[in-house]
T-cell receptor, first 112, second 109 residues
Framework: DTGVSQNPRHKITKRGQNVTFRCDPI?????LYWYRQTLGQGPEFLTYFQNEAQLEKSRLLSDRFSAERPKGSFSTLEIQRTEQGDSAMYLCASTLGQAEAFFGQGTRLTVV | GQNIDQPTEMTATEGAIVQINCTYQ??????LFWYQQHAGEAPTFLSYNVLDGLEEKGRFSSFLSRSKGYSYLLLKELQMKDSASYLCAAMDSNYQLIWGAGTKLIIKP
């Protein structure tokens, strides 16, 4: 499968714990995006990378969120000290230039 | 500010035609995308318009008017499997996708 891959698919964690998600984009894609989506809403932009450089981060993103993309390949999104409001689907997408974005299957986070 | 507006929900009958409208306001414009999203799944790409006019792709067509900041997605010969949310997204001058909240399409037999 050469599509965008996200792990894990589901994560249940206790409030206050840290979680880390991984995204493996399509190999030749230079841009990688992280989005958060809640029920009945469109994807909400979190951050994006062009190759290994993090070019933009949403102003809505608190300091508890951090993302990396070492060597411009896979990316990780970490949430520290999780809160119940962090419960959502976390989507990763990759694209080559301004072409269409391809999404992974997402990681569904539940904070209890 | 940047904004995308689309109806929250629409209902149509199997075999019929439905048009989902989208209006957008963005800082610069690099194209308009439509995605389909089934419940619990990731969005999948349907169409891309950057020039005015109609793009046809099988049962699905998408239209763009840049001067009006308007697009629509036209679905013909509706099938039950077309029941999903349809997301409109405009790409701004920074190549960021600005997303609408999605239109939930319900298909009735």
């Amino acid at each position: 499968d050469t599509g965008v891959s996200q792990n894990p698919r589901h994560k249940i964690t206790k409030r206050g714990q840290n979680v880390t998600f991984r995204c493996d984009p399509i190999s030749e894609h230079n841009r990688l995006y992280w989005y958060r989506q809640t029920l009945g809403q469109g994807p909400e932009f979190l951050t994006y990378f062009q190759n290994e450089a993090q070019l933009e981060k949403s102003r809505l993103l608190s300091d508890r969120f951090s993302a990396e993309r070492p060597k411009g390949s896979f990316s990780t999104l970490e949430i520290q000290r999780t809160e119940q409001g962090d419960s959502a689907m976390y989507l990763c997408a990759s694209t080559l230039g301004q072409a269409e974005a391809f999404f992974g299957q997402g990681t569904r986070l539940t904070v209890v | 500010g940047q904004n995308i507006d689309q109806p929250t929900e629409m209902t149509a009958t199997e075999g019929a035609i439905v048009q989902i409208n989208c209006t957008y306001q963005t800082s610069g414009f690099n194209g308009l995308f439509w995605y389909q999203q089934h419940a619990g799944e990731a969005p999948t790409f349907l169409s891309y318009n950057v020039l005015d006019g109609l793009e046809e792709k099988g049962r699905f067509s998408s239209f763009l008017s840049r001067s009006k900041g308007y697009s629509y997605l036209l679905l013909k010969e509706l099938q039950m499997k077309d029941s999903a949310s349809y997301l409109c997204a405009a790409m701004d001058s920074n190549y960021q996708l600005i997303w609408g909240a999605g239109t939930k399409l319900i298909i009735k037999p």
